[in-house]
T-cell receptor
Framework: GENVEQHPSTLSVQEGDSAVIKCTYS??????FPWYKQELGKRPQLIID?????GEKKDQRIAVTLNKTAKHFSLHITETQPEDSAVYFC?????????????FGAGTILRVKS | GAVVSQHPSWVICKSGTSVKIECRSL??????MFWYRQFPKQSLMLMAT?????????EQGVEKDKFLINHASLTLSTLTVTSAHPEDSSFYIC???????????FGQGTRLTVV
């Protein structure tokens, strides 16, 4: 089955700097890769996603890149702000016989210091 | 975006009792819903995939007799933790998708504490 690895586990950046979180996946058939932001005690919220037919997607300060050949994808946050502090999870859609499921990375705790 | 509502948001129960958690898609029909468990500072671990009108598919290591899942309609799935024990204390979250390969919307989660 799909295995998703995420690095780093924690990341501290100064306000205004950029943050990059990287994930690798194992199943070459996976075709959908979302990123979620989760604040303490709250539900995960989708911040950006990318499909396998696209190499890069950007939404204001957030961008995601996908390298299908290497089976890795990355989240880039520019001009970080204190409110970006949260746990970020990458995920890959695993195609199963009985349906499709999202397999999540272990998460990255992002701290933006002001 | 679509709304998924989960209730209760927190529950405290005595060891040995059962607890039911509801997950509703409020403005769309979800043929498939997913139940996750999340321990503090850890990732979301899929417990089972719930398909409307059929039996849930459980992930390896998840006891189907312990965690009963019912998906009786296109807008409601329930998770019942039977004979709960302190080690079942966790954050349980459901999610639903409108279509495959699209955004998954999460419920607000249920904090279960078994005392």
């Amino acid at each position: 089955g799909e295995n998703v690895e995420q690095h780093p586990s924690t990341l501290s950046v100064q306000e205004g700097d950029s943050a990059v979180i990287k994930c690798t996946y194992s199943d070459s058939a996976s075709n959908y890769f979302p990123w979620y932001k989760q604040e303490l005690g709250k539900r995960p919220q989708l911040i950006i996603d990318i499909r396998s037919n696209v190499g890069e997607k950007k939404d204001q300060r957030i961008a995601v890149t996908l390298n299908k050949t290497a089976k890795h994808f990355s989240l880039h946050i520019t001009e970080t702000q204190p409110e970006d502090s949260a746990v970020y999870f990458c995920a890959a859609l695993s195609l199963m016989e009985y349906g499709n499921k999202l397999v999540f990375g272990a998460g990255t705790i992002l701290r933006v210091k002001s | 975006g679509a709304v998924v509502s989960q209730h209760p948001s927190w529950v405290i129960c005595k060891s040995g009792t059962s607890v039911k958690i509801e997950c509703r898609s409020l403005d769309f029909q979800a043929t498939t819903m997913f139940w996750y468990r999340q321990f503090p500072k850890q990732s979301l671990m899929l417990m089972a995939t719930s398909n409307e009108g059929s039996k849930a598919t459980y992930e390896q290591g998840v006891e189907k007799d312990k965690f009963l899942i019912n998906h009786a309609s296109l807008t409601l799935s329930t998770l019942t933790v039977t004979s709960a024990h302190p080690e079942d204390s966790s954050f349980y979250i459901c999610s639903a998708r409108v279509w495959v390969n699209t955004e998954a919307f999460f419920g607000q989660g249920t904090r279960l504490t078994v005392v």
